[in-house]
């Protein structure tokens, strides 16, 4: 049982896939309110599921580096034995590349995970469906990821959504397991939640089958993730106002 949250109120960072991108940015979510949805998460698991709460992922609305300290207070306070007293190692925090602040969390010396929302490894793709990168571009995460690897030994995850006749053929693929040389790392190729704008479309599963097979033939650790919750809109990159 894994709890998605979030660290924002709408998100400034605008990528072109997600319908919180298409919000603005209102405010930054406080340590407590970041809590909170864990706790309640936690409770209703218990409580309905009579499962306990195994993971906690920073993949809701906001860009989690853009609020550092409310996250990092928040993660505190779930793992001390006074909050839930969890494992950092079982809590992900997700960026969609804030070069600098990845660089900070080496500094820092985090326990918990870290997952790069990469999506392109072509700084030309992923311009263009990610504005962050036009100032946080691939040389720069990947100097970046490094250093975070080197201060901290963690493996770094890359989540990848493939889309289709975008970033789904096997060149896009070598690029990939090109990039993934950073560091020791793993990768998650994730299905596309549409958001009804038309413009991007989840790849066919033949093809992400065979992105899967060219990344395990060079020794890369991969998984396919399903994505839940979009029968009520709430699937990855859905999050956003309903009227
Ligand atoms: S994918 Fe994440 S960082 Fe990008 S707009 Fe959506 S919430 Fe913000």
């Known amino acids: 049982m894994t709890a998605c949250v979030s660290s924002q109120v709408g998100c400034s960072l605008t990528c072109k896939f997600c319908a919180t991108g298409k919000l603005e940015r209102i405010r930054n979510l406080n340590a407590d309110e970041i809590y909170d949805q864990v706790a309640i998460i936690k409770k209703q698991s218990e409580d309905n599921y009579n499962i306990p709460l195994s993971n906690i992922v920073y993949m809701g609305m906001g860009e989690p580096l853009l609020n550092y300290t409310n996250v990092l207070k928040s993660i505190e306070k779930i793992t001390s034995p006074e909050g839930l007293n969890m494992s950092p190692q079982r809590i992900t925090v997700s960026t969609a590349g804030i070069a600098k602040m990845i660089k900070k969390l080496g500094d820092d010396g985090v326990k918990f995970n870290l997952a790069l929302s990469l999506h392109a490894a072509n700084d030309e793709k992923r311009d263009k469906i990610m504005p962050i990168n036009e100032h946080n571009n691939l040389e720069a995460l990947r100097e970046a990821l490094k250093y975070f690897y080197n201060k ?92």
């Not at 690029?175 to 991007?200: R, S």
């Not at 899967?212 to 998984?223: D, I, P, R, T």
């Open 152 to 243: 901290t030994g963690t493996r770094i995850t890359y989540e990848y959504i493939v889309f289709n006749n975008f970033n789904d053929s096997l060149k896009d693929a070598a690029e990939l397991a090109d990039f993934c040389k950073n560091t020791p790392c793993k990768i998650n190729l994730i299905e596309y939640n549409p958001i009804g704008d038309g413009i991007f479309e989840n790849a066919k599963i033949d093809r992400i089958e065979a992105f899967k097979k060219f990344l395990e033939g060079k020794n890369l650790v991969v998984n396919i993730r399903r994505s839940r919750g979009k029968d009520i809109d709430a699937a990855c990159g859905q999050l956003a106002n309903k009227h």
